[in-house]
């Protein structure tokens, strides 16, 4: 009986140094750094990707400077992150996988961003309420987009062939599938926000019934977060910090949506109806699912898109040791196996 009560209280004693050394580790990654790093930050004007306009300001408090780079499109975010010019970004969840295919080995993911950003719109009026109703209708994509790897991999699902699909490819921004659909040049645009948005508080365009960001292959991810791996090998502490203060910027701009939304029209220069709208149905979350992010680089080898198949390699440009250390969760609960 004494040596069950020893074995328990051993036990006990194990469990109580381990929360309390979880505790520990959760209290050192929020203490400022001894001296301060300076960091370049690259960002995109995607409404979900705004809230990343707070993160100067709350990794100050860990005696972080940041420089922010503004971009028109994930692929020169892609370009400069790989290149060493940009410490931390957000980009798509295959820019990654784009670059290892093209050799580029300097880019880690550290944490997910969330979901909901990508859309379809079709003229008002004129819904696809399923999927065969694409058949033969106009469809505007831009090739290596994330929403068009979520329409692709969808659109397979769901027992189409995408050759036999009438694809416009459209070139430039968001803005020439908006034309092109008011034109009736397309009939349905694989797009995202805030374009989207734009047609419908226009009064020219509503959602499809169908619904892209719910594949299998792809999922609904918008966004991952990465840093150089040259920057991250050097000021790991630093990265840790960046990591948690990103956190804490998520949860601020999910909890306050109408600042969120302030912030993204004034640095998007939008009317405050289209960057509310933008946002309305984006889910902010820093789960990295590793298992879709694999998934979607085997589908673009598939299809193409890159010369070859990288999902093999594909978690050595990932880690969850930032994101574990900041959240006391496990790889496992933080997205390993999704």
């Known amino acids: 009986m004494m040596r069950s009560l020893r074995f328990a209280a051993a036990v006990l004693a194990v469990a109580a140094l381990a929360v309390t050394g979880t505790a520990r580790a959760q209290s050192d990654v ?106 033969g209708k106009a469809i505007g994509v831009g090739a290596g987009s994330i929403s068009w790897l979520k329409f692709a991999a969808s659109a397979q699902e769901h027992g189409l062939e995408y050759p036999r699909l009438k694809i416009v490819n459209i070139m430039g921004g968001g803005g020439n599938y908006l034309k092109a659909l008011q034109a009736k040049e397309i009939d349905m645009a694989v797009v995202w926000q805030p374009f989207c948005a734009q047609g419908i508080v226009d009064g020219y365009a509503q959602y499809a019934s169908i619904d892209h960001n719910t594949s299998k292959t792809v999922g609904g991810l918008i966004a991952v977060l990465a840093v150089n791996r040259g920057f991250m090998d050097k000021q790991r502490d630093a990265v840790q910090r960046l990591v948690v203060a990103y956190l804490d910027v998520l949860k601020f701009a999910q909890a306050n949506r109408d600042r969120w939304s302030r912030i993204y029209a004034e640095k998007a220069g939008l009317p405050e109806p289209v960057a509310a709208e933008s946002i309305r149905i984006t889910r902010l979350d820093a789960t990295l699912p590793l298992e879709s992010i694999k998934r979607i680089s085997k589908f673009l080898s598939d299809n193409g898109v890159i010369t070859r198949d990288v999902s093999g390699e594909i978690a050595q440009s990932y880690t969850y040791d930032f994101l574990s250390k900041a959240t006391g969760k496990s790889p496992a609960e933080l997205g390993l196996s999704q």
């Open 30 to 135: 929020r203490s400022p750094l001894p001296a301060p790093v300076k960091v370049r930050l690259g960002m995109t004007n995607v409404p979900a990707l705004s809230a990343l306009w707070l993160l100067p300001d709350y990794a100050a408090k860990y005696n972080i400077q940041m420089e922010t780079v503004l971009f028109q499109r994930f692929a020169d975010a892609r370009t400069a992150l790989a290149g060493g010019d940009l410490d931390i970004t957000a980009f798509g969840p295959q820019d990654i996988s784009l670059g290892l295919g093209q050799g580029a080995k300097s880019m880690v993911g550290v944490a997910g961003v969330g979901s909901g950003n990508d859309c379809l719109v079709v003229r008002k009026g004129d819904d696809v309420k399923d999927w065969k109703a694409l058949a």
